[in-house]
């Protein structure tokens, strides 16, 4: 199991450490998929990467809790072992296949890299491993592409090369990272299947950080909601799409362009998500919420049980 328990991180800002994720808790099952949704800042990039400790060489400290796989912590890894456990058993997908890819080398070089590095395989088997690895990810004339360059490639085809290099060395779990945000929406539901199809024949559990709630309910068996750095509700996806309690999974799943009529303008959340260093004591979305009190700005607000699955940040008990 993939557990990060009350991990809170920091950056560097103009006023010095600044936290920007405080005590998130989640936990991936093997073969299941957490959703991690939430709008632009909230810190779920943040997140994502901390599982694979790649924040820590652009300044993202860790300021408390831990990342726990099948009861080991990451933080323990020597640098050895990490290079191993990257790849080997937690993988990337990232937004952007083109920065994730290096442009002077081949994909046929890359690819034999990263699966030289974890397999321990001869030049020769890495290459048929690579080719096997291009096929499964529904690619054609494979032998082609591994002598091309990834500018030479659209950016559906790189995000397959990026898939496939993700899952070459069978982790056991995937992070991805808005994986279809860059690509064309007729690629999208391409890629998505594919996601789906890999993550279900391999049972890999999988970290699906997305604004794209069609796409969360697609995939997912669990969704944590994040606001400014919290997670403020995290249930099973069923409980998400048929009675989301915080008033912003409510704006969010309001916004979808699937739920407004043809011709409506879509709605939007007025304001802005606060950015670290601008929060507040008591509830973050309080100046954005039609339902805000008094009460809300008392005191920091913990993440309560409203049931043995769902989750809830929020003091209200009517959110009619
Ligand atoms: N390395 C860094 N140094 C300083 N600030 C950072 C760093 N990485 C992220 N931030 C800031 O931390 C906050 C959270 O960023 P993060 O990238 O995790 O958001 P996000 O939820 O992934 O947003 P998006 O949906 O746009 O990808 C933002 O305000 C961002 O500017
Ligand atoms: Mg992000």
Redesign the pocket.
């Known amino acids: 199991m993939l557990e990060i328990k009350n991990l809170s991180l920091g950056?560097?800002t103009s006023k010095g450490l600044t936290q920007?994720v405080s005590d998130v808790s989640f936990q991936i099952k093997p073969g299941k998929v957490l959703g991690l949704v939430?709008e632009?800042?909230?810190?779920?990039?943040?997140t994502a990467q901390s599982i694979l400790r790649l924040?820590e060489h652009?300044?993202?400290k860790v300021m408390g809790g831990d990342v726990l796989l099948n009861g080991k912590s990451v933080f323990d890894l020597s640098s050895k072992q990490l290079c191993q456990f990257r790849g080997a058993q937690v993988s990337m997908v990232f937004q952007e296949p083109m920065t994730a890819l290096n442009p002077v080398f081949s994909i046929g070089s890359q690819m034999i890299e990263v699966i030289r590095l974890h397999l321990g395989l001869s030049k020769k088997e890495a290459r048929q491993r690579a080719v096997s690895l291009l096929k499964d990810v529904g690619l054609l004339k494979v032998e082609r592409i591994l002598d091309q360059y990834p500018d030479s490639l659209s950016g559906g085809m790189r995000q397959r090369v990026l898939i496939a290099m993700a899952i070459s060395a069978k982790p056991a779990y995937i992070i991805a990272d808005?994986p279809t945000t860059a690509l064309d929406v007729s690629v999208q539901s391409k890629i998505i299947e594919l996601l789906k199809k890999l993550q279900r024949e391999n049972q890999v559990g999988l970290l699906l950080v997305s604004?794209d709630f069609g796409l969360i309910a697609e995939l997912a068996d669990d969704v944590a909601v994040m606001y400014a750095g919290q997670i403020v509700e995290y249930a099973p996806v069923n409980a998400i799409f048929d009675r989301p309690l915080h008033p912003y999974t409510r704006f969010l799943m309001a916004c979808r362009p699937e739920v407004v009529e043809d011709g409506q303008a879509l709605p939007v959340i007025e304001g802005h998500v606060p950015?670290?260093g601008q929060w507040e004591k008591g509830c973050r979305f309080y100046h954005r919420c039609h339902l805000h009190q008094d009460q809300c700005r008392e005191s920091d607000i913990a993440l309560r049980s409203m049931d043995d699955q769902q989750k809830l940040r929020c003091v209200l008990d009517d959110h009619a």
């Open positions: 950056i560097h920007a939430g632009s800042g909230c810190g779920k990039t943040l924040g652009q300044g993202v808005e604004h950015l670290p």
